[in-house]
């Protein structure tokens, strides 16, 4: 008998198909229709150049720290990608070129790699770029544009001297918040319908309730996420808007609360391990988003409710669950 | 149909339909054998026999004073060759008594059974298994008279057979549910007369339908309770605490057996073998066994002697159709690779599996996906104990319970980041036991 080569490994000898490129490319898959829709219903010319750089603004920064730190390129776990996906869908249309590449920077840079990069970092990258964006150019980050035949009638757009491109408007949230929760009523007929489907103001990506859950269904059937931590998120959040005696329907549908839930509150990294600590983590998130909205200054408060409950996680993840044959924990 | 099953776990792909439909082939005898002194979980062995001392089929040509211990007959009649040091599957290297065949077939036979099982005194029994050589033979090769002599104080009111056979590739214990059912169920009796059992259970995953269908027919008016558990398809099944929770919702302790709550567990073919022995008075000598995998030209599953070497088993199964690359003893969740064919079948071994490739997951850092929580299915924190392992915490591992791990794989198996995580708990293990005996 010839010679055999022979191998030794430790068991087990099987392993799963499921890699971790292979997961990050499930979520940027998820996160598709959502992006399909937010450039069909801005336009390519408000939408694309944020969703593009913001993209490449993460992955291009990931590549540059590696090479600066020299360590081995880690771009093809397709995290920054990810990232960059979530950063750009959660921009408002038609921002500054230079938002999207300083948030990713800030996304990149300090929310990840400088905690070690991919697994290691304490907050949700994409959050953290949007949280320092918000904080520093405020004004940018509200300001809302929109497609004039969106917010004017074709009798009203004859009424201005020139045609014009892009018009600004303003969102249900932020509406909300400078005349108060009876107005957002008032803007018209089916504001709940409206908002599900995503014909209204807001952040590129997160506009259509509809398309982001569809998106989410997905990486459920793909096992690539798990439902706990967006259903209590959804609990917390509407607890608070009852408490508030606000609808609960309209504050899960208006501005980021669908894509915090499913998409930003659902990271792996920046999220709890055992199933009890997503629970506490998705309804603690769910529940601050309310009260920022409610209570605070600014009109959302999905970044901010996130990130508080990802400093939270560390605490979270000592809790044990019951010992295999011990009756209580 | 209910399938009873237990929490969290995996599901495979099973990869059994190769070889489960295929019968049992007798192996003829080969024209040596080797026997390590160590077949079993417990204290090694002292040889009984002296370099060429001719010795009979079925004579005790092992044995040691420690109740943890199984002795070890000759499979064969022929003539000590030599006890020397020999190629281990499980151990590296360890001392064994070869034996050359003389081909004239002398047996040396204990008494058999009368066939009222239930009149028979417990103590009989279990010196019965004891000389039998009987250990476990799902893989653990624990010594089965021992799981069979509650301890003081303690009751035993279920009796498991464990036909879950959850490995992937492995169909040896499929074959004998089939074939050698009427043997299985009398030393399912010897076994459950002997522990002092009130009912017994036969656990079969629904992957074996056919055995579940045949086994429950067999039942009929059995002389005691007994009735088949069909469980559900999912790893690890096969594990004691597991199966037990399945079956009868009950949780073993930590650091607990069986026994503690009432059970005992066997495998479906330790109870087969010793039903043969109860009829033809023959201990265990040999055992079946599957050989599969993507690269060997003849699959199945076959009755072997025990001690036979693995290269005589290639050449039965004529060879090999591409160079194999691994070579597991066991299934592929928990089995040992192989660095050479000179390695003899022992009482543990489940088959033997060739394979053409050794792929290797690539590894990413720990991305806190959860999934090794999610089916770790002793609810423990598997990337939390990798990494004190990594960093020689075991002070903390032992805090966070790395004991409690029953060394199944399925975190290693849904990593997707390819972390050798059951590995890294198996060392942390090691450790902390090492610590506990009082060494540095």
Redesign the interface.
Do not use: W
């Given at each position: 008998m010839e010679e055999l080569r022979l191998v030794t490994s430790a068991p087990p000898h099987l392993k799963s198909p499921v890699t971790v490129p292979w997961i990050m490319q499930q979520v940027v898959f998820a996160l598709l229709p959502a992006a399909v829709w937010g450039v069909v219903f801005f336009g390519p010319r408000l939408a694309l150049p944020p969703l593009v750089l913001s993209v490449l603004a993460c992955v291009g920064f990931e590549a540059l720290d590696c090479l600066a730190f020299r360590r081995s390129l880690t771009v093809g776990d397709w995290s920054a990608v990810v990232t960059g996906m979530l950063l750009g869908l959660s921009l408002p249309p038609g921002c500054p070129f230079w938002i999207p590449l300083v948030g990713g920077g800030v996304a990149i840079l300090l929310g990840k790699q400088m905690f070690g990069g991919i697994g290691q970092n304490i907050f949700n990258p994409a959050l953290v770029g949007r949280a320092v964006l918000l904080i520093s150019w405020p004004k940018i980050m509200a300001t809302w544009y929109v497609r004039p035949a969106f917010v004017l009638q074709p009798a009203q757009a004859a009424t201005y001297a020139t045609p014009v491109d892009v018009v600004t408007s303003a969102t249900p949230l932020g509406i909300v918040k400078a005349y108060g929760y009876p107005a957002v009523w008032e803007t018209g007929p089916n504001l709940l319908f409206r908002l599900f489907l995503g014909l209204i103001p807001g952040c590129i990506g997160e506009i259509s309730a509809l398309l982001l859950l569809l998106g989410f269904l997905y990486l459920l059937l793909r096992k690539v996420v798990q439902w706990d931590i967006p259903l209590f998120y959804a609990l917390g959040l509407s607890l608070v808007a009852l408490l508030a005696r606000q609808n609960p329907l309209f504050h899960l549908f208006a501005g980021g609360a669908i894509m915090g839930a499913c998409f930003m509150a659902t990271d792996y990294t920046t999220s709890p391990m055992t199933s009890r600590g997503r629970m506490i983590f998705g309804f603690g998130a769910g529940a601050l988003t309310g009260i920022i909205r409610w209570l605070g200054g600014y009109p959302e408060g999905v970044t901010f409710g996130i990130l508080t409950m990802n400093a939270l996680v560390p605490l979270l993840d000592r809790m044990l669950p019951r010992r295999f044959g011990v009756k209580k924990a | 149909m209910k399938l009873r099953t237990f929490p969290q776990g995996?599901f495979?792909?099973h990869h059994k339909e190769d070889t489960a439909h295929l019968p049992i082939v007798r192996v003829p005898e080969p024209s040596r054998v080797v026997l390590p002194l160590i077949q079993h979980a417990g204290a090694p062995l002292k040889p009984l026999v002296n370099k060429g001392d001719t010795v009979k089929r079925g004579q005790k040509i092992a044995d040691a004073d420690a109740f943890v211990a199984a002795p070890v007959h000759a499979p064969l009649s022929g003539k000590v060759a030599g006890i020397e040091e020999w190629a281990h599957p499980t151990m590296g290297k360890f001392q064994a008594i070869v034996i050359e065949n003389d081909g004239k077939g002398e047996e040396e036979r204990y008494e058999p059974l009368p066939e009222t099982i239930e009149d028979l005194e417990p103590e009989r029994l279990r010196v019965f298994v004891r000389e039998g050589g009987f250990v476990g033979l799902g893989g653990a090769a624990f010594p089965t008279h021992v799981k069979l002599s509650p301890p003081q104080g303690k009751s035993i009111d279920s009796f498991i057979l464990n036909g879950a056979e959850c490995e992937?590739y492995l169909t040896c214990d499929h074959r004998v549910m089939l074939e050698r059912t009427e043997e299985m169920l009398l030393g399912l009796r010897i076994m459950v007369r002997a522990c002092g059992a009130k009912r017994a259970y036969i656990g079969i995953e629904d992957n074996k339908k056919d055995c579940i269908d045949h086994v429950a027919n067999l039942l009929r008016n059995f002389p005691i309770p007994a009735e088949v558990v069909p469980l559900r398809t999912k790893y690890p099944q096969g594990s004691e605490?597991h199966l037990i929770l399945a079956i009868l919702g009950r949780?073993?302790?930590?650091g607990?057996l069986p026994l503690d709550v009432g059970v005992v567990v066997n495998n479906v073919q330790t109870a087969a073998a010793l039903g043969r022995m109860a009829r033809t008075g023959l201990p265990l000598v040999e055992r079946v066994i599957t050989l599969s995998g993507d690269c060997l030209n003849k699959r199945g599953n076959f009755e072997v002697p025990l001690g036979m070497l693995l290269?005589d088993l290639?050449d039965f199964c004529e060879?090999f159709t591409a160079?194999?690359?691994?070579?597991?003893m066991g299934g592929?969740?928990?089995?040992?690779?192989?660095?050479?064919?000179a390695v003899p079948v022992i009482k543990g071994t489940s088959g033997f599996l060739f394979?053409r490739n050794?792929p290797?997951?690539?590894e990413?850092?720990?991305?806190?996906?959860?999934?090794c929580?999610?089916h770790c299915?002793?609810?423990l924190?598997p990337?939390?104990l990798g990494r004190l392992a990594e960093e020689s915490l075991f002070a903390e591992a032992e805090d966070?319970?790395v004991l409690?791990c029953v060394e199944c794989?399925s975190c290693?198996?849904?990593?997707?980041?390819?972390i050798?995580l059951?590995?890294l708990l198996k060392l942390a293990k090691f450790e902390v036991m090492r610590r506990k005996r009082g060494g540095k």
């Open positions: - | 995996v495979l792909p992937p605490k949780e073993v302790p930590p607990g290269e290639v060879g160079p194999p690359r691994k070579i597991i592929p969740m928990t089995g040992i690779t192989q660095v050479s064919l394979f050794a290797k997951k690539r990413y850092p720990c991305i806190r996906c959860g999934r929580v999610a299915p002793m609810r924190l990337y939390l966070n319970r409690d794989g290693a198996y849904v990593c997707p980041a390819g050798a059951v590995h």
